[in-house]
């Protein structure tokens, strides 16, 4: 005995066996989840950032996280001996101004490269521990 439709009931046996199309399975799954908390302001730049990228916010972040730099904060002791530095250079920037009020220009003019010297290796370091 015959129930139903018969061209209804190939049909299903048809959609059984059918391809349903579409991209194959990825062998490595992303299944694993990690929650970072940002601020409005910082989602806003991640985003934009992943869009001008060309890139989903979780590609985005997983690429910048995988191949970026990380930027190792100084030590306590590299600060204090960047302190001093910098306060060498403003003793002497206030030897400067002396001799300057003194009249002994020439002194002054040496004492000026000096301290042009040192900022210009100050900013160095803060440009270098930038990039790194």
Known sequence: MRTGNSKYS????GQEKRNTGG???KAIK???VIRIRVDRQDLFILREKAKSAGASLSKYIREAAIKGVIVARLTREQMAYIRQFAGVGNNLNQV????NKAGMTKTAAH???TVAKID????FLKNDKQST
């Open 10 to 13: 190939e049909m299903q046996e």
């Open 23 to 25: 991209r194959p399975p």
């Open 30 to 32: 992303k299944d694993m």
């Open 96 to 99: 400067v101004r002396e001799f």
């Open 111 to 113: 004492f000026q490269e």
């Open 120 to 123: 210009e290796l100050l900013k």
